[in-house]
Nanobody
């Protein structure tokens, strides 16, 4: 069992930065691939970024490449998302997700993940 709690969302102007955190409880974090997804107003939930259980592999949606950086601290059971050069279209509720996975495995689809947080709101004003 894993519980995920996101934090760090808020209101920021376009061009600004935010750092999201996702604190995980439970023992599987170190053996889990973890990811960020987001759901904008009136849109479907979409993949943002993922990181493998050892941190050696990462993946990003094209829309955030070069602006967002995913990282994890297994000692603290925490996932991060550094978001720079934010745009109004980044406005969404951001969710972290986790799934037990083998080394090097990096799921990027919603259906692959079985643990989800409640989400944190990110609003980017123009």
């Amino acid at each position: 069992q894993v519980q995920l709690v996101e934090s760090g969302g808020g209101l920021v102007q376009a061009g600004g930065s935010l750092r999201l955190s996702c604190a995980a409880s439970g023992r599987i974090f170190r053996t889990a691939a973890v990811a960020w997804f987001r759901q904008g107003p009136g849109k479907e939930r979409e993949f943002v970024s993922a990181i493998s259980r050892g941190g050696g592999r990462t993946d990003y949606a094209d829309s955030v490449k070069g602006r967002f950086t995913i990282s994890r601290d297994n000692a603290k059971s925490t996932l991060y998302l550094q978001m720079n050069s934010l745009k109004p279209e980044d406005t969404a509720v951001y969710y972290c997700a986790a799934k037990q996975a083998s080394l090097g495995v990096l799921p990027t689809t919603i259906r692959s993940y079985n643990y989800w947080g409640q989400g944190t709101q990110v609003t980017v004003s123009s």
